[in-house]
C-alpha cells in the first residue's frame, strides 16, 4: 500500500465549532472520469469461474490521505450498518451512556448488527428495562433472528420473534437511550427530522468532512434514514475512529470508548459463525470490523490509524467478505500467527445439497493492487 501524495485532503485545519468539511477524502480530481470499479472476488465451480464481483474500495488515513483506491470513491453510497459505530457517538458524548449506568457491552451492542442470539437479546431487552420502557417502544420491527438454532429454539417453543431479535436492536436502544437522557420524545425517534436523527446527521457531517443537507437519502431496513456519503468520506470516518487526534476532546473520548468496546466484545458486534466476529477474534482486536447490507463493509485500524470503506456493486455479502479479508491482508496489519486463525476467511467453499464442496468464493486474481 503507497501513499499518492496527490490524493490528499489537506492538514488538521477542522473548525470544531461547527460542521468540519475540511477533509472530503475523495483524492486527486481524474479528468478521465471515474475508474471502473475492478473485479474484486470471483465465484468458482469447478475449474471455471462462473460469476464475479466489482467493488469500489479505498483506504485512508485519518490526515484525510487516500493510501490506496478502487474505482469511484467520490460516488455516494449508503452505508448501512457499517457505520453504526458513528451512529452510537451521540450516546456516548450527550452524556446518556453514563446517566444510565450503561458500560461496555451496550455500547458494543450499539454498534452491532447482531444475530439474535440470547447473548444479545438478554442484554438488550434488560438494557430497555433500565431506561424505563419495553419493546413496544421500538421501531424497527420484529425479525426472525440470524441465528439459525435460535430461531429454531422460537418455533419449537411456540415463539414469535419480536424487535429484540432486530439485528439492529442495540442501535435502536441507543437511540431510545439518547432521546430519554435528552427528554425528547420516543415515539418517532427513527424518523428524519427527529432530534435523534438530527443529531446523527450533524455527526456524520462533521466525522466525514461533508455537507450532507443534499446528500441523497432513505429508509433503511431498520426503518431509520440511511444517508447517501462518498465512499472516500466514510473510510476518512473510520479512520478518524482510529486515530482521533484532531477531533476535539469530547468526540475524541467519545470514539475511544466506542472503538474500546467495539474490541472487547466482538461476539456482541455480530455473533456465532459470522465474519465480523471471526475476523475480529482471530486479529486480537488489531482490526474493527462492521459489515452492512448490500456490500458495504468498513474496518478501523486503532495501531495505524487506517480506515478501509468497501462497497460490493450488485450489493452481494458473499463478496464483501472475502474483499474484506483480502484488504485486510493487504495491510499487513496481522501476524502470520493470527492469518492462521483467519485464513478461513480469505475464502469461502461452495457446497452442494450434498453436502459436497463444489466451489470456492475467493478474491479475484492478484487483487488487491492498488490504482
Not at 474490541?263 to 465480523?276: Q, W
Request: charge should be negative; proline fraction near 6%.
Amino acid at each position: 500500500m503507497t501513499h499518492d501524495p496527490s490524493s490528499c485532503c489537506g492538514g488538521h485545519g477542522h473548525d470544531h465549532h461547527g460542521h468540519d468539511h475540511a477533509h472530503p477524502a475523495t483524492g486527486a480530481a481524474d479528468l478521465s472520469g471515474p475508474a471502473e470499479s475492478p473485479i474484486v472476488v470471483e465465484v468458482t465451480r469447478g475449474a471455471m469461474v462462473e460469476s464475479v464481483h466489482r467493488a469500489r474500495a479505498c483506504i485512508v488515513d485519518a490526515a484525510g490521505h487516500v493510501l490506496a483506491r478502487w474505482g469511484d470513491i467520490d460516488a455516494p453510497v449508503y452505508p448501512r450498518s457499517a457505520i453504526k459505530s458513528l451512529q452510537a457517538i451521540p450516546l456516548v458524548e450527550s452524556g446518556a451512556l453514563d446517566a444510565f449506568g450503561l458500560g461496555d457491552e451496550e455500547l458494543a451492542l450499539a454498534c452491532s448488527s447482531h444475530n439474535g442470539e440470547v447473548e444479545h437479546t438478554r442484554r438488550v431487552a434488560a438494557w430497555i428495562a433500565r431506561i424505563g420502557l419495553s419493546v413496544e417502544d421500538y421501531e424497527c420491527g420484529a425479525q426472525i433472528p440470524y441465528d439459525p438454532d435460535t430461531a429454531a429454539a422460537l418455533v419449537r417453543a411456540g415463539e414469535a420473534p419480536t424487535a429484540f431479535h432486530n439485528n439492529c436492536s442495540g442501535k435502536h436502544a441507543g437511540f431510545l437511550t439518547t432521546a430519554r437522557h435528552k427528554g425528547e420524545p420516543t415515539k418517532g425517534y427513527v424518523r428524519f427530522d427527529h432530534p435523534v436523527q438530527q443529531r446523527i446527521l450533524g455527526v456524520m457531517e462533521q466525522m466525514t468532512g461533508q455537507d450532507l443537507s443534499r446528500a441523497p437519502w432513505g429508509v433503511d431496513g431498520c426503518s431509520i434514514p440511511t444517508i447517501g456519503v462518498p465512499l472516500g468520506a466514510i473510510a476518512y470516518a473510520m479512520a478518524r475512529i482510529a486515530d482521533p487526534v484532531d477531533l476535539p476532546d469530547a468526540r475524541a473520548e467519545a470514539v475511544t470508548r466506542i472503538a474500546a468496546a467495539w474490541r472487547a466484545h466482538p461476539y456482541l458486534i455480530s455473533g456465532k459463525d459470522t465474519f465480523d466476529t471471526a475476523m475480529m477474534q482471530a486479529s486480537d482486536g488489531r482490526v474493527l470490523v462492521k459489515g452492512g447490507a448490500e456490500g458495504v463493509g468498513c474496518v478501523v485500524f486503532p495501531e495505524s490509524g487506517i480506515g478501509i470503506a468497501l462497497k460490493i456493486e450488485d450489493g452481494g455479502a458473499r463478496a464483501r467478505e472475502v474483499a474484506l479479508a483480502a484488504l485486510i491482508r493487504s495491510t499487513n496489519a496481522l501476524t502470520e500467527e493470527q492469518w492462521t486463525r483467519a485464513a478461513g476467511l480469505l475464502a469461502t467453499p461452495i457446497t452442494n445439497r450434498a453436502g459436497l464442496e463444489v466451489g470456492t468464493i475467493r478474491a479475484a486474481g492478484a487483487w488487491p493492487a492498488a490504482s
